[in-house]
């Protein structure tokens, strides 16, 4: 199952993500399939909408001290919701589907997570530093929420132009690589 990353600004990225209720074979292909896309792109965490399912599913992959990535820290997060959370801090985020941007974004230091494994067994995470952002950043995106719509009015004003920029250079370059 080759899969891609969708794109802001595509609509589907707005929408709400439902509640998986069945732990099976097929929920399990799409999780595996989602770790391949994840780590093919370079990403830390990856939410399901962002390959187009609009399902509660989210993969977080923070990288050691040593900035090394191993399936080993691979979390996989069905049905996750934030029970608690403490403090605040400030990350530069950016996101597979909206490459190429970073920007500052608040939000809470430490978080206490509920939500259900691969063969629905309900787990519980208290999470703070990289790995407490991610599962925000994620969290959000099961809510049809990306990291751009956090910014301030003129900030977001600002990404908007340097985006299309980006997108229509992105066009040219693709186009002149045509025979
Ligand atoms: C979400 O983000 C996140 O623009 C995961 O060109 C963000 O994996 C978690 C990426 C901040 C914690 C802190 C972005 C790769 C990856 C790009 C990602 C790009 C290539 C983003
Ligand atoms: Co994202």
């Known amino acids: 199952m080759k899969l891609t990353i969708v794109e802001y600004p595509n609509k589907r990225l ?6 998986v209720e069945k732990f099976d074979g097929e929920l399990h292909k799409l999780l595996d399939a989602m770790y391949e896309s994840m780590i093919s792109s370079s990403g830390i965490g990856l939410a399901a909408i962002q390959i187009g399912y609009a399902k509660q599913i989210l993969l977080l992959n923070i990288p050691d001290e040593n900035d090394a990535q191993s399936r080993d820290a691979l979390i996989e997060m069905i049905n996750p919701v934030i029970i608690e959370s403490l403090g605040e801090t400030i990350y530069q985020e950016g996101c597979l589907s909206v490459p190429s941007f970073y920007e500052d974004i608040n939000r809470f230091e430490k ?6 494994d691969r063969d629905g067994n309900t787990k519980n995470i208290e999470a703070d530093g990289l790995l407490s952002i991610a599962i925000q950043h994620e969290i959000d995106h099961l809510n049809g929420i990306l990291f751009i719509d956090k910014l301030s009015y003129s900030r977001r004003k600002k990404f908007e132009k340097e985006y ?10 693709k186009n002149s690589t045509k025979e």
């Open 164 to 173: 299309k920029k980006m997108l229509k250079e992105k066009k040219i370059s």
């Open 111 to 116: 978080v206490s997570v509920n939500y259900q």
């Open 14 to 19: 707005k929408e709400k993500s439902k509640l």
